[in-house]
């Protein structure tokens, strides 16, 4: 059963009579997304699970439209009949675009769509915000592992003790703990960012948000709405942090190949990973070990302590990463 109110939302945003319950179609972190038909068409329905300010919401309506101006592919916002982005402190509405399901963009084209971004070179609205800039720090990786210590049999493994899949949802405390020292190293290669090197930028590029329109196989960007001030640079390095071994340098590449503004030379370049990084387990950690989250948070969680704990960025991978970058930058003789 739908739990959009699909006339209420219609009405709001002028989309036409809808034709039945809204379907429900996927869900990230900051909310899940419905597909409701009408008279008029298809829409995606985006219910917040984190509140958003219209303020926040009308500056990424802001960097959509003048990204899809500069030419990138993206599934259009949609404003209420009073020109307000969020309704009823809830809702969000854009065109729906049918995707192909399970197809993902080459590393290639995830360089030079990360490029197509830069180049659209919008002002920042302000700083870096500190999840994007500012590591977790040595006391608060130390917490946080204190936290899973004491945490440890009480059903915090995000599901474990919720489900009964014990073998499944066990293990990220552990996992944390033992990387609490690469963590902390890791954290001393984030400096501050140039503020004259920040523009605005779409700071969610990953293949889950490159995809492919389904009648014609062109690439749809998705997820605007974590955009903000942040380093093209960075940002690039943090695109390359997130791919398989072996991918980064062909969408390092492509991305200059693209005309990207961005060039990775050193460790201090993945700031922006490594603090994201941080930030993201810390959140996660959280999350999984508070009884007060649904079981659908808490499971969501643990799967994702468990992805990021299996591969994390370390030294050694920034060390690479930066070699390889450098090869592309200058070809050997």
Not at 43 to 50: I, Q, T
Not at 252 to 259: E, H, I, L, N
């Amino acid at each position: 059963m739908s739990g959009v109110p699909a006339e209420a939302v219609a009405a709001a945003y002028g989309l036409g009579e809808p034709v039945g319950a809204a379907v429900y179609a996927a869900r990230g972190e900051l909310g899940r997304i419905w597909r409701l038909d009408t008279r008029r068409g298809s829409w995606a329905v985006k219910e917040l699970l984190v509140p958003v300010r219209e303020g926040d919401a009308r500056a990424d309506v802001a960097f959509q439209i003048a990204a899809a101006e500069a030419g990138v592919r993206l599934p259009r916002p949609v404003l209420t009949g009073g020109g307000d982005v969020v309704a009823g402190g809830r809702w969000r509405v854009y065109e729906w675009v049918d995707l192909v399901e399970g197809a993902q963009v080459t590393a290639a084209e995830l360089g030079a769509v990360t490029a197509g971004l830069h180049g659209i070179g919008r002002p920042a609205a302000g700083p870096v915000a500190a999840w994007f800039a500012e590591p977790v720090g040595r006391a608060g990786w130390e917490a946080l592992a204190a936290a899973a210590a004491s945490d440890d049999g009480a059903g915090g493994d995000g599901g474990a003790a919720i489900d009964g899949r014990a073998g499944e949802n066990a293990g990220w405390r552990e996992a944390l703990r033992e990387s609490v020292g690469e963590l902390v190293a890791l954290d001393e290669l984030v400096v501050p960012p140039d503020p004259a090197a920040v523009v605005t930028c779409h700071r969610d590029i990953t293949p889950d948000n490159i995809r492919r329109a389904a009648h014609d196989g062109g690439i749809v960007v998705l997820d605007w709405e974590n955009c903000g001030p942040a380093s093209p640079a960075w940002e690039l390095a943090k695109v390359l942090a997130d791919l398989p071994e072996g991918a980064a340098t062909p969408a390092y590449r492509a991305y200059r190949d693209a005309g990207g503004p961005g060039r990775v030379t050193e460790p201090a370049d993945f700031s922006m990973a490594i603090a994201e990084q941080g930030h993201l387990l810390e959140f996660y950690a959280r999350r999984a070990m508070n009884p007060e989250e649904s079981e659908e948070n808490r499971t969501r969680a643990g799967a994702r302590l468990r992805a990021m704990l299996a591969r994390p960025l370390t030294r050694d991978r920034v060390e690479r990463l930066v070699e390889e970058c450098t090869r592309v930058d200058v070809p050997a003789p």
